[in-house]
């Protein structure tokens, strides 16, 4: 996860970091076809990810999710296991699906809404996210979250996570607090 140096002062500093859980809500899930146009016209096996201006592709090995707010992002198989599916039952049209929570424990950071700025994520492919953008709710302030990594007693982002924004208009239907 790489983030653009206008934030550097306040995800460097472990006290702005929240420790969070998820929660269940409902998002629409499909199995993903690279043939398939999804919301970017004339671009099979591409989505379009307005919340953070992110195109990513599509492969038949994954899935679209599409959240709360009507935007998309993809999934590998393995992530499957946050959501209450039966993979075999999933085809090329969304159908709603319920998130699990889990024992998994992600560490949040908030950036001020007035605050504009980018984090480069590695899904497979390099993504750019934008958050806080122009246009586009944010609550407080877009969230950046990572798992949660144990080190010395304390917890910390987890390096080895690419890491992801949250939209800070929703985070709170999406995520909450936790403890170690």
Known sequence: MTISENIRSITEDLSHWQLFRNRSYTVQMQLADPSQV????????????FLEDAYEPVTAAGFVLTGLLGEMWVIP???????????AALTHTPQPVETRETDARYLGV????????????????RVTLRGNRAGIPHGAGDMILTFAKRQGGICVP????AGRIVNGSIFDRLY???VI
């Not at 908030?110 to 492919?125: N, Q, S």
């Not at 987890?158 to 996570?161: K, L, N, R, S």
């Open 158 to 161: 987890d390096p080895e996570d």
């Open 77 to 87: 198989p393995e992530a499957l296991a946050k959501y209450a599916v039966d993979p």
């Open 176 to 178: 909450q607090p936790a």
């Open 110 to 125: 908030r950036i001020p809404a007035e605050t504009e700025f980018t984090l480069e994520a590695d899904y497979g492919v």
């Open 38 to 49: 999804y919301n970017v016209p004339g671009r099979p096996g591409v989505i379009y990810n």
